[in-house]
């Protein structure tokens, strides 16, 4: 079959189940469809046949929110597959300049210090610190925020500030230290002013989470907020429709969550917060009984 018709076959039949109320689906990444949805990505230019295989097609396939249409599977894509990323202004000064790709580095360890003193966009003028983030090599979770604020830029790790005392303590109600786990943000340099990051800062930093999603590989990933699940999944609602149910994201499950900023201005949120994240420790244990077996 062709792959356009694979394509409206599948958005027809998306569209059908969202209609019935069905909103999340496990589905088994289809190879086949991958690999043809790989082939439409090249034929389309979105990626170029020297980059990654793990491009575009592949996400889409395995990408397990039901959503109707192929814009929205390619937004959920695009922020974090660099081989799909409309190539902006910082990334193209990047390549200008000569620099490394992210996805060319074999340890988290060369990465980070590769992108210690990183000018891709314009948060580096304002910061004091790259942010690159902390924890366990191999993590039961990764926790995904949206950018370091002022205590986080001058200590130059993740999530040290007051929202970062409520997520360790959300951590150890878990039974686990900091150290089993593993935080980082969408983007490493502090925004001024705590703004959110614009999305020509994010874009930047991007494919930098998405290498350390690859060498960490996590058991679940847990996003922080909407920023952090927008990134993700653009047509996502927001986060407090959103928090509690997980999607697939290429290899993994992304649960979104609160914000622990959010959490000390609305304590209300903790309940369904600690919910959560005994949730993701499920899921957790759920993928790493299947990757032992
Ligand atoms: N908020 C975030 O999103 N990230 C941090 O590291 C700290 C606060």
Redesign the pocket.
């Known amino acids: 079959m062709e792959w356009r018709t694979v394509l409206e076959n599948l958005e027809a039949q998306l569209a059908r189940l969202q209609a019935a109320g069905i909103n999340y689906l496990n589905i088994e990444p289809d190879p086949e469809l991958a690999r043809m949805l790989n082939d439409a990505a090249h034929e389309a230019g979105a990626v170029t046949p020297d980059e990654p295989a793990a491009g575009h097609g592949a996400a889409f396939a395995q990408s397990t929110e039901v959503s109707a249409g192929v814009a929205t599977q390619d937004a959920i894509d695009a922020p974090v597959t660099p081989g799909t990323q409309p190539r902006s202004e910082p990334q193209s000064k990047a390549a200008a300049a000569g620099q490394i790709h992210p996805s060319e580095f074999k340890t988290l360890d060369s990465l980070q210090e590769y992108f210690r003193d990183c000018r891709n966009c314009g948060l580096c003028a304002g910061r004091s610190r790259v942010?690159f983030g902390e924890g366990h090599a191999h993590p039961i979770i990764l926790f995904v925020?949206?950018?370091?604020?002022q205590e986080?830029d001058r200590q130059g790790l993740?999530?040290v500030?007051r929202?970062?005392t409520l997520l360790t303590q959300g951590i150890r109600a878990l039974g686990l230290a900091r150290e089993d786990i593993y935080i980082a943000?969408i983007v490493k340099c502090r925004p001024p002013g705590n703004r959110n990051p614009q999305p020509e800062e994010m874009a930047a930093c991007l494919p930098i989470l998405q290498r350390q999603i690859e060498l960490l590989d996590p058991k679940v990933i847990v996003t922080?907020g909407n920023v952090p699940l927008k990134t993700f999944n653009p047509r996502a609602r927001g986060i407090t429709q959103a928090r509690g149910h997980p999607f697939g994201y290429r290899e993994w499950q992304i649960l979104p969550t609160f914000?622990p900023?959010y959490l000390l201005r609305n304590p209300n949120g903790l309940d369904p917060w600690w919910s959560d994240l005994k949730q993701a420790l499920v899921l957790a244990n759920t993928a790493a009984t299947r990757g032992a077996e």
């Open positions: 942010v925020g949206e950018g370091p604020g986080e993740p999530f500030g929202a970062g943000n922080l914000h900023a």
